[in-house]
């Protein structure tokens, strides 16, 4: 009575949830989704696009902003793309119900939103890895001769690149958690705006020192130390940026998943 | 096997509702068990904490003798269909299936077989998004056998589906009954159920008004009566009447009797030469029954019971 297999005349099967096996359904969806694709290949198209345009219209009147900045100039963009991404990923299973399939399927929880974080930032991360390399190679094409003339073998253009690659892939996962905790796709994307871009803007007009110290180490502002070759002005330095960039992104993914955990879907 | 134990679910704070009330079953393997009630009665809840993903306010609940949760292989032990679509309608039902298979390492094989099972082989790779509620329905249903489980939990599985499909639904959960699955199929329609459920579980607001066998609860439900029609109706029914027989007349020379059968009452007519235009035994309908049964309970809590969420 007490062992589950005797209930019925079924044999046991050889079939078992495990934590490689939930990761490889996460994969599965993710690359099963229009969407996913159409997102992925704007955000990456626009960060090239802009980078290009930067590259062939440079007539030497930013010589002060930093070279990886000025060509990755796109990523401002790119980075909402991605973030509406994460977004999509938790929420999107909210809005359509798949959620109950999902949690039918690993009814412990958890492990579906680790493998659902940890799918979409190694895609991210590599997808935006490639696309910085590439956008700086092929400016470099136009900006060649110009003061803005570097080689990715250059002292700290490697890890800028990879820093704002680093940045985004953190950003977008503070949105995948902002979108598990609130499970509305228009929520999300509103929390992810207001609270990562806008917040921030409107505390530092607020005419306090500690306010300002603060906000070095808010979201947005942490990620824009990443991906400098150069020191950014009023900010901090970018190993900082990269710890308090993590600690957000765990924070919020924490509690998206001690909420999972807790609440009825 | 299927075990639910003073399962309760309360939603809200200030003023809490009930959705499910001390709903003590068992849903046995071998039998297609039809889970009944009005709308509203508290069955999908009830459904849904069956599978972990609304936790009871109180109570527990077991299948295959554990709680749904810490079953290692949940979808080899429980294969469900929600009355709300699980379903992202921007993937194809091929991958949709497959992304289940993947957590539990079920093979592409199997999912071929589900998809032929549920005959959507032809559409699995067009995405849920153009599916008619029908597809949609089969689709769920290819989900729940997927790992080809020993109970099966299905939310209103013939919703949306034309009689065909009614029709497979009803063999296919009667093929798995008798393969010794447990079977539990909820539904409001009776009318469905009288045919597909052998046995019944009946709720109603939250409560469980029946457990019995679709036999019994006809038998039980004390409707049946018999219809006499005879220009001696006032002699017959005098020569009917007796302490357990109630006889109630609509219309002159019409008898509508309970308590008594048809042979008794033809025998009675027989042996006092009196005439009889029409006898007519008075089976009482499933959905009778179970409007009878269901109306009761609405009664039963409007007339000022303190039943909690009464209010509301």
């Known amino acids: 009575m007490t062992t589950t297999d005797t209930t019925t005349g079924v044999a046991p099967s050889p079939y078992r949830v495990t934590p490689a096996r939930v990761l490889r359904s996460e994969w599965h969806k993710l690359w099963t989704l229009r969407t996913t694709w159409i997102t992925l290949l704007t955000a990456s198209v626009l960060v090239l696009a802009i980078g290009i345009t930067m590259g062939t219209t440079y007539d030497g009147d930013d010589a002060d902003i930093d070279t990886v900045v000025f060509v990755l100039f796109g990523t401002q963009l790119s980075q909402i793309c991605l973030a509406v991404l994460g977004i999509l990923v938790t929420a999107g299973e909210y809005a359509t119900g798949m959620i109950r399939a999902s949690l039918t399927a690993v009814p412990r929880r958890v492990p579906v939103l680790w493998s659902k974080a940890a799918v979409f930032a190694g895609v991210v991360f590599v997808l935006c890895l490639v696309t910085n390399v590439v956008t700086f190679l092929v400016a470099q094409i136009w900006l060649g001769g110009t003061d803005k003339e570097l080689a990715l073998t250059d002292s700290g253009v490697f890890g800028a690149l990879a820093g704002s690659a680093a940045a985004l892939t953190l950003l977008s996962l503070i949105a995948l958690g902002l979108g598990a905790l609130l499970r509305s796709v228009p929520g999300g994307i509103g929390a992810f705006v207001g609270s990562v871009l806008i917040l921030p803007e409107v505390l530092t007009t607020l005419p306090l020192d500690a306010v300002d110290t603060a906000v070095k180490y808010f979201p947005a502002q942490a990620a824009s130390a990443l991906g400098s070759v150069t020191h950014v002005d009023n900010a901090v330095s970018p190993g900082t940026g990269l710890l308090s960039l993590t600690l957000w992104a765990a924070a919020v993914l924490a509690a998206a998943a001690l909420l999972l955990r807790r609440r009825d879907v | ?312």
């Open chain 2, 1 to 312: 096997m299927i075990r639910a134990h003073g399962l309760t679910k309360r939603y809200g704070g200030k003023r809490p509702k009930t959705a499910v009330d001390d709903l003590t079953f068992e849903v046995r393997p071998g039998t297609v068990t039809g889970f009944l009630g009005p709308n509203g009665a508290g069955k999908s809840t009830t459904m849904r904490m069956l599978l972990g993903l609304d936790a009871p306010t109180a109570g527990r609940c077991t299948v295959g003798g554990r709680a749904y949760a810490t079953h290692s292989a949940p979808l080899t032990e429980v294969g469900a269909l929600l009355e709300a679509r699980s379903i992202h309608p921007g993937r194809s039902a091929y991958h949709h299936l497959m992304a289940l298979a993947h957590t539990h390492g079920i093979p592409r094989s199997r999912v071929r077989d589900v998809l032929d099972t549920t005959g959507l082989t032809d559409v699995a790779g067009r995405r849920v998004k153009g599916f008619s509620l029908g597809m949609g329905q089969r689709l769920g249903i290819a989900a729940a056998l997927l790992g080809d489980p020993a109970t099966l939990i299905l939310d209103e599985p013939v919703n949306g589906l034309d009689p065909e499909g009614v029709l497979w639904i009803r063999n296919l959960l009667k093929a798995q009954a008798a393969e010794g699955r447990t079977v539990l199929v909820s539904s409001h329609l009776m009318s469905e159920m009288a045919v597909t459920a052998d046995h019944l579980i009946i709720i109603g607001r939250g409560r469980l008004l029946a457990d019995t066998t679709v036999e019994r609860f006809v038998r039980d439900s004390g409707t049946g009566s018999v219809k006499v029609v005879s220009p001696a109706a006032a002699r017959l029914a005098d020569l009917l009447a007796g302490p357990t027989v109630t006889i109630t007349s609509d219309a002159p020379g019409t008898l509508d009797i309970h308590g008594t059968d048809a042979e008794h009452i033809g025998r009675t007519a027989a042996a006092h030469a009196i005439p009889l235009f029409e006898l007519t035994p008075q089976t009482a309908s499933l959905e009778q029954a179970f409007m009878d049964l269901t109306h009761d309970s609405v009664e039963y809590v409007t007339s000022g019971a303190p039943l909690e969420g009464a209010a509301a």
